[in-house]
């Protein structure tokens, strides 16, 4: 009875576990089901190598590559060939290369020269009855120099440009009131002669007119008041009437001064009372002044000995006389005066002698006129010119 018990309850326990599945045995279990489902899928998806040919009749990739390294190849067989012909022509590419590049090179000079002849022939060529002009050259004949009390002094010959004589021509001075010679270059750069202008500033110090201030007048009747008998107050008017008022003029003044290349001149005023921000030296003064006779007006005005000017409505007269006592003596056509217990007498001077042109310049003179008088007797007895023959026909 015991051992019948026994199998009954091994019958048992194998009944209780034979559906149970060994953890590790689940994945290798294939049911017929499954293994028929994997079969259809297996039909049904096409295989890597299925789906790289379909790709490859669509797009023919490697085909591409392939014909690449086939015409590579090609042209590695062509290039070697090439080669190995220039090796076997080698002496006959020689005489046909060189003779080309030389015939090349002969186009292109060719070219070239064509192109030169017709740049020259454009251009209009001196004909031989064409004689350029040359112009008198002065020199000085003397070896003494006069003696003058100026500290300072040049004479320039207007024409070629050339000093004649100078004495400490580098030396900087105050140049008093012919600083009025750049105020009035400015002013006729941008007023018009019949232009209104307007007395601003009453009392200015130095020599003037006593204008009042509000009193109108043309600037031309201030021009002559300004550069006659040096009226300070005329100068300021025009100063005043500029667009920014004096302190714009002044800059101007300055402005121009760099375009005439006057690198060792300076204003501070439009009038010439500050001696020690208002310098120049006669080399400056006199290439301001060879610019400023080439100006009609200023030319008429500086060489007027009298004037008498009105103001607008005529209500008040002034009777001018120009300062410069050389004027018309000696050939003397102007320019300006100019005296400070700085600077002392100054005076610039144009003059026509034998149809030549001069600028005279003195500074810091003790007496202005008797030294433009020596100068004037050393140019009529030591300046000569040489007279260039001209070219024969």
Do not use: C
């Amino acid at each position: 009875m015991k051992r019948s018990g026994t199998k009954i309850y091994q019958k048992k326990k194998q009944r209780k576990f034979k559906h149970a599945k060994h953890p590790n045995a689940s994945s290798s279990v294939v049911t017929k089901q499954t293994a028929l489902q994997q079969k259809e899928a297996s039909v049904k998806r096409p295989s890597s190598d299925t789906k790289e040919s379909w790709i490859q009749k669509l797009f023919p990739l490697p085909e591409v590559k392939h014909k690449k390294e086939k015409e590579n190849k090609d042209s590695s067989r062509f290039k070697k060939a090439i080669v190995l012909w220039l090796r076997t022509h080698d002496s006959d590419v020689q005489l046909i290369l060189f003779p080309l590049i030389l015939l090349i090179i002969l186009i292109i000079l060719s070219v070239f020269n064509n192109q030169l002849f017709l740049t020259v022939a454009k251009q209009q060529p001196i004909t031989n009855d064409q004689i350029t002009a040359l112009h008198p050259y002065p020199y000085v004949q003397a070896v003494g120099e006069p003696t003058i009390t100026a500290k300072t002094a040049i004479i320039l010959d207007r024409g070629s440009q050339v000093i004649l004589f100078s004495k400490n021509p580098l030396l900087r001075f105050s140049m008093a009131s012919t600083t009025k010679i750049m105020t009035a270059l400015v002013a006729l750069d941008y007023y018009k002669l019949d232009d209104i202008l307007t007395v601003k500033t009453a009392l200015v110090e130095g020599s003037g007119l006593n204008l009042s201030r509000g009193e109108q007048f043309h600037f031309i009747d201030l021009l002559y008041a300004m550069l006659l008998p040096s009226a300070n107050d005329a100068a300021q008017a025009i100063a005043d009437n500029y667009p920014g008022g004096a302190g714009a003029f002044v800059k101007q003044m300055n402005e121009k001064a760099k375009s005439f290349h006057l690198s060792n001149t300076h204003y501070t005023d439009p009038i010439g009372l500050d001696d020690d921000g208002d310098y120049s030296t006669v080399v400056d003064m006199a290439r301001l002044a060879s610019s400023a006779v080439a100006n009609t007006t200023f030319v008429d005005v500086t060489s007027t000995k009298y004037k008498i000017i009105y103001s607008r409505n005529f209500a008040k007269q002034y009777s001018l006389t120009n300062l410069n006592k050389l004027l018309g003596v000696d050939g003397v056509t102007g320019i300006k005066t100019g005296t400070t217990e700085g600077a002392g007498e100054v005076l610039v001077t144009s003059v026509v002698k034998n149809r030549h042109e001069y600028i005279i310049v003195v500074m810091d003179s003790t007496d202005r006129f008797y030294d433009t008088s020596k100068l004037l007797n050393f140019i009529d007895s030591n300046v000569k010119y040489v007279i260039p023959p001209q070219p024969a026909r």
